[in-house]
């Protein structure tokens, strides 16, 4: 698999990772024997980057990801604290992210965590000097050998990547959220920041798998958050319309080249920015974890494509999430 440089990581890593909140909740019931045959087709795929965080199921993901990693020092493993306790910006301090950490580093059963992220606060926390201190403190301690930010807001990540000690800025990137490609990844680039693409299906929406007949699960996020209920409505259907986003697919379908699922499309589109480093699709089962991951093999999509992505954009998904986010 090709492989994209985490600059202040000092890692290299496989473009396409796995992102692991399903294997933790709010996807439907995962069991430890899935996830953990997932983790395996995904790593014997070539992916070396994991994303989790320590919300998921409560810390059932990280557990997962630390009885699967002892003995493979070539992963990188990511997680995100901070949404364990009520988001308030005065909950973002140095004795809150040593607990955090404390405990993310005995669920993942690691010395030194990869890279920590801050998990989408409240917006006051990034321009917060404190913070940044703290976890530069963190870097010094030898709790986390890096740390990043996951956001929800262009705005966000672009006061993150101006901090110097940012690795990483997490951030939904897909073909119907194009923002961040105007100001975030030129930014990232420019200051050697690492971007991992979030959300890169639109909670399956982009897999082409769904019509208006699909039902979901009540322990699943796209059922019970449609509006935003739990949180942020931006993390389900990366916040379009459900009814839109089938739309959209249809329209995005004809592009696709015949060698291509739809999922492998959506992926490779975003594998063709190459300021992104690494994009993280989550999946339940090994022949999804395998498919994704097949997407880094694919050669880049024509500029013809990449017109039908930017044209239904513009059509149909801009006027509901292109000033929201």
């Not at 997962?64 to 003995?71: A, H, L, M, T």
């Not at 405990?103 to 926390?125: A, I």
Request: overall charge negative; hydrophobic content about 40%.
């Amino acid at each position: 698999m090709e492989k994209r440089r985490f600059e202040r990581l000092g890692r290299d890593v496989g473009v396409i990772g796995l992102g692991a909140w399903q294997l933790g909740a709010d996807w439907g019931d995962v069991s430890e024997e899935d996830a953990h045959a997932t983790l395996g087709a995904a790593v014997d795929a070539g992916v070396t980057f994991i994303d989790t965080a320590d919300v998921y199921g409560d810390g059932r993901s990280e557990q997962v990801i630390g009885s699967f990693i002892k003995d493979r020092p070539q992963l990188t493993v990511a997680t995100k604290m901070g949404r364990r306790m009520a988001q308030e910006p005065g909950n973002y301090t140095l004795d809150n992210f040593r607990a955090w950490t404390d405990r993310s580093r005995s669920n993942l059963g690691v010395e030194t965590l990869d890279l920590v992220q801050l998990h989408c606060p409240p917006t006051p926390v990034f321009s917060s000097d404190e913070v940044y201190d703290s976890l530069d403190t963190l870097v010094a301690e030898k709790r986390i050998a890096a740390y990043g930010v996951s956001v929800e807001k262009v705005d966000e990540a672009l006061a993150a990547i101006a901090r110097p000690g940012t690795a990483s800025v997490q951030i939904i990137v897909n073909a119907l959220r194009l923002k961040p490609l105007e100001k975030v990844l030129p930014a990232a680039a420019a200051a050697g920041v690492g971007i991992i693409a979030r959300v890169p299906l639109a909670s399956g929406l982009l897999s082409g798998r769904y019509d208006e007949q699909t039902q979901f699960g009540s322990d699943d996020h796209r059922n019970y958050n449609r509006h935003g209920e739990a949180f942020d409505v931006g993390e389900t259907f990366s916040g379009v319309d459900f009814s839109t986003g089938l739309e959209a697919v249809s329209r995005l379908r004809p592009a696709v080249p015949a060698e291509f699922t739809m999922a492998q499309f959506a992926l490779r589109w975003i594998l063709d920015h190459p300021a992104i480093t690494v994009v993280i699709p989550g999946a339940r089962n090994a022949d999804q974890a395998r498919l994704n991951a097949a997407a880094a093999a694919l050669p880049p999509l024509p500029q013809a494509a990449h017109d039908v992505v930017q044209s239904v954009y513009d059509e149909l998904i801009r006027p509901q999430v292109h000033d929201r986010w």
